[in-house]
């Protein structure tokens, strides 16, 4: 199987591009930097060190989980893009990509996805959205269920990737397993090792024609950055604090019970 990846630039980015390529032929690879800077969203200077101690740990947290990832490791001859944020769309790029002839898209990470890209792969499109779609959408999905004290809400949607904000068809779910002594960042990167192990299971079952997609029918909670500020990570520390985790875990079977998640293993 051929692929083209499109990414960003993080170690969870690079583990991506790396764990996938032991698979598949990836002939192309796009990273695109990423524009956020949450330190914009601090209103005082308490607020600027709150973010950024917050941030300071998922790096952190990154290296301890994906450091031996910091070079790529692609077959010889293979595409490989870095460029600025936004970027991604120009036709210049998207000929490029068009040109290798893959039979999928793999994409994690990326800024919004134009037409010139999803009307060149139609159909062809597989994206890692981290959290559970469609419960939650937009921007730091797996940040504000543990905001909301919701952390059954926490992992990611295997989906066919469309104009929406993450309502293409669901291909799978995943979700870590969650232990007493995770913190969020824990969360989060358990989240992404098993959910670019489906991104692969799913391109596999894609190129088979076994998938059947399941339509996204409710809209759930939609977030977008200008959501994010300082308040709402001190109190994610909080719920950690005052025993979020054991408590789910202490009802975990009724909690997961209320959540219909979508199996790869659903399809024929």
């Not at 790396?18 to 607020?47: C, I, M």
């Not at 973010?51 to 740990?57: D, G, S, T």
């Not at 000929?95 to 159909?123: E, P, R």
């Not at 088979?208 to 339509?215: A, L, N």
Request: proline content about 4%; charged content about 25%; glycine content about 8%.
């Amino acid at each position: 199987m051929k692929a083209i990846i499109l990414t960003s630039t993080f170690l969870r980015h690079q583990f991506m591009i790396n764990h996938l390529a032991e698979r598949f032929d990836v002939v192309g690879v796009w990273q695109e930097e990423k524009s956020f800077v949450p330190e914009r969203y601090a209103e005082t200077e308490a607020d600027h060190l709150i973010i950024q101690e917050h941030f300071a740990a998922r790096d952190t947290s990154e290296e301890q989980y994906f450091g031996d990832h910091a070079a790529l490791r692609l077959s010889k001859g293979a595409v490989h893009r870095r460029i600025p944020p936004t970027k991604i769309n120009d036709p210049a790029e998207v000929a490029s990509m068009v040109a290798l002839q893959v039979d999928v898209m793999l994409v994690f990470g990326t800024g919004i996805l134009k037409d010139g890209i999803i009307s060149n792969f139609d159909g062809r499109i597989l994206n890692i959205h981290l959290g559970l779609s469609p419960y939650y959408r937009g921007a730091g999905t797996n940040f504000w269920p543990l905001v909301n004290r919701e952390p059954e809400y926490v992992g990611a949607t295997i989906h066919y990737l469309d104009a929406g904000i993450d309502t293409g068809a669901i291909i799978s779910h995943v979700r870590p397993e969650i232990t007493p002594t995770d913190g969020n960042h824990d969360l989060g990167n358990k989240t992404i090792i098993a959910a670019v192990d489906a991104l692969g299971d799913a391109a596999e079952a894609h190129l088979r024609g076994t998938i059947r997609p399941s339509t996204q029918t409710s809209k759930g909670r939609l977030y977008q950055r200008k959501d994010f500020n300082a308040a709402s990570v001190v109190q994610l520390y909080h719920n950690f604090e005052t025993g979020m985790i054991p408590e789910y875990l202490a009802d975990q079977e009724r909690r997961d019970s209320v959540i219909d998640l979508v199996s790869l293993g659903d399809a024929p």
